[in-house]
């Protein structure tokens, strides 16, 4: 899983380009270009410590701002924080991690996604982590495919593998991966690929009601 399947970057309510609008506009920058060009630059979503810091300093003083790193760091999750999350989709996370099957995230994240991705889902559960900044590379990047079977040892048909960018499915396709392209909208498609591809079974709406109405006869 990835990026737009978990979250809504196309809602009309708040989307990732509002937040680094908002992120640059609070930071308030002599020159805003440098700043968006932080965020375009591959090396912000591919390092991370102290060569990450050193890179968001570099663009902060061309950019003019006044403010120090852990500041840029602040006011990206401050931003970012508000940028919704599928519900349905944080649903059948959870379940997934509940089982005993395998479940990882391959996404091009930057530092501070993973601070997101933390408060969001629980990533101790989280079997698998390729992520971008602590990898070096992002996809469609061929080799990071490779890591992952490596990693995982598991073949291509075993993979189930879900993403929003057409490019990045194509390249998991070429390995023969089972893979689909989808946002987080199409949470009834992914999950009954997950259940047709593993067996989970997922509760229905009035399953979920019958334990909920469970839970609060006993208490």
């Known amino acids: 899983m990835t990026g737009a399947i978990l979250f809504n970057d196309t809602s009309s309510e708040y989307t990732v380009f509002d937040a680094r609008r908002d992120l640059i506009d609070g930071l308030n920058p002599d020159n805003k270009d440098f700043l968006y060009a932080l965020i375009n630059e591959d090396a912000f979503w591919k390092t991370e410590g102290k060569n990450l810091n050193r890179l968001i300093s570099e663009y902060l003083s061309l950019s003019g701002c006044k403010c120090s790193v852990e500041e840029f760091k602040g006011y990206y999750l401050k ?53 971008s900044f602590n990898i070096g590379a992002q996809k469609p990047y061929p080799p990071i495919y490779r890591i992952v079977e490596t990693v995982t040892a598991r073949s291509e048909k075993d993979i189930l593998f879900f993403d929003d960018k057409k490019k990045n499915i194509d390249e998991a396709k070429k390995r023969n991966w089972n893979a689909f392209q989808v946002t987080g909208k199409k949470y009834q498609f992914i999950q009954d690929k997950i259940t047709s591809f593993t067996g989970i079974h997922f509760p229905s709406a009035l399953e979920e009601a019958l334990i909920n109405e469970m839970i609060i006869t006993d208490l």
């Open 79 to 131: 931003f970012h924080r508000n940028v919704p999350w599928y519900g349905e989709m944080k649903k059948i996370f959870n379940r997934v991690t509940e089982t005993t099957v395998d479940i990882g995230i391959i996404s091009n994240l930057c530092e501070m996604d993973y601070t997101l991705l933390k408060e969001n889902l629980p990533m101790d559960k989280v079997n698998y982590r390729f992520l």
